[in-house]
C-alpha cells in the first residue's frame, strides 16, 4: 500500500485525538456497506498496540457496529471477550 498525504493526515488526526481524549488507542476505519469496516489509519500508546486488521466484519459487539447501527458515539469499555473479525 503506497502512503500519501491523506496516509499521513490520518495518522496525526488519529494521534492528536488519542493524546486530546487520554486514551489508549484511536482507530479511524471506514464503512464498507452495512457488514464490514476498513483499516484507514490507528494510534495507540506505546505498549498498547491495537490488533490489526485490514478489513473486518461488523458482526459481533464492536464500537464500529454499534456506530453504525445506531448513528451515534459508542463506548465500550471491557474489550476481554472482544475478538476482531478479519474479512476474507
Not at 13 to 26: F, K, N
Not at 32 to 47: D, I, N
Not at 68 to 85: F, K, M, N, S
Amino acid at each position: 500500500m503506497e502512503q500519501g498525504p491523506a496516509d499521513e493526515l490520518f495518522a496525526a488526526v488519529a494521534a492528536q485525538a488519542g493524546r486530546l481524549l487520554e486514551v489508549d488507542g484511536v482507530r479511524i476505519g471506514r464503512y464498507e456497506g452495512e457488514t464490514e469496516v476498513v483499516h484507514v489509519s490507528e494510534w495507540s500508546r506505546p505498549g498498547r498496540e491495537l490488533p490489526s486488521y485490514e478489513r473486518a466484519t461488523l458482526d459481533g459487539r464492536s464500537v464500529s457496529g454499534e456506530v453504525l447501527r445506531t448513528g451515534r458515539a459508542a463506548r465500550i469499555d471491557d474489550y476481554e471477550d472482544i475478538t476482531v473479525r478479519p474479512a476474507f
